[in-house]
């Protein structure tokens, strides 16, 4: 018996838009750690006391330190079968969003398009004077420690969305009008704790969407889902992509 029933897997099959939200579970099966909780320290900091704008103001060269730390743990981490799939689901359905909180890169390097990031993107950098972002890494600007504009000569920061700011609003109206209009909502490896992506999926929920959970631990979404699947986005996510596209 597979893990879908018949008329679930019809409806999944012929909805014309379909939206995945994604958190730090489906990344951590890549082995990319979450710096966040018990044991989520870096040298004697946490992520909270160094992820704010205040941090930053006070001593950015700790904050530049620790996100080239984090930026080398994600390139040398490769997209798991979870990230491949929905790549792979985007090839197979007429309208496929994804909406991640992550900030790792790897929906990208797995080759998912219409993908908004809502949190930032590791391998970025913005600009603090005249906010132009630029890339990090092989082809962009990359150096130890601080890092300043190539235009203005203006300290540049980690293009991410920290603790106390705003989110992208052009990102945030997109993001929430996409959830209004999907017919069905996957929500993946993310704990619900932050309160624009839980939303985001209630959003959808309320909307009329099917809302299918994947998460080794129950959330706060989970009653609000029509189906929760307890485990690994990388090996349950394959299998519902089989069971709805069987000739694929």
């Not at 951590?28 to 930053?56: H, M, N, Q, V």
């Not at 930032?120 to 890092?147: D, H, M, S, V, W």
């Not at 052009?170 to 993946?188: D, G, N, P, Y």
């Not at 690994?232 to 596209?245: A, N, R, T, Y």
Request: overall charge negative; some cysteine; proline content about 6%.
């Amino acid at each position: 018996m597979g893990l879908l029933p018949p008329d679930l897997i019809h409806r999944i099959r012929s909805a014309t838009n379909v939206l995945f939200l994604t958190g730090a579970g489906i990344s951590s099966e890549s082995g990319i750690p979450t710096f966040r909780g018990d044991g989520g320290y870096w040298k004697k900091f946490k992520a909270e006391e160094l992820a704010t704008p205040e941090a930053f103001a006070s001593h950015p060269e700790v904050v530049w330190d620790w996100y080239d730390y984090r930026r080398n743990i994600c390139f040398e981490a490769k997209p798991n079968d979870g990230h491949l799939t929905i790549a792979k689901w985007q090839l197979h359905s007429k309208t496929v969003n994804l909406i991640t909180q992550n900030v790792d890169g790897l929906h990208p390097r797995a080759g998912s398009q219409n993908l908004l990031e809502i949190h930032g993107n590791i391998f970025r950098a913005r600009c603090t004077g005249c906010g132009e972002k630029f890339a990090l890494g092989e082809n962009g600007i990359y150096q130890p420690g601080l890092k300043y504009c190539p235009n203005c000569e203006s300290l540049l920061r980690p293009d991410i969305v920290w603790f106390g700011e705003s989110y992208d609003n052009r990102l945030l109206t997109k993001a929430w009008e996409q959830s209004k209009q999907t017919h069905v909502v996957f929500v993946i490896g993310t704990s619900a704790n932050v309160s624009v992506p839980a939303n985001l999926a209630l959003t959808a929920i309320r909307n009329g969407a099917l809302g299918i959970e994947i998460n080794p631990e129950s959330t706060s979404l989970t009653p609000s889902m029509q189906l929760h699947f307890g485990g690994k986005s990388g090996e349950i996510l394959p299998e519902i992509f089989k069971e709805v596209f069987p000739d694929t």
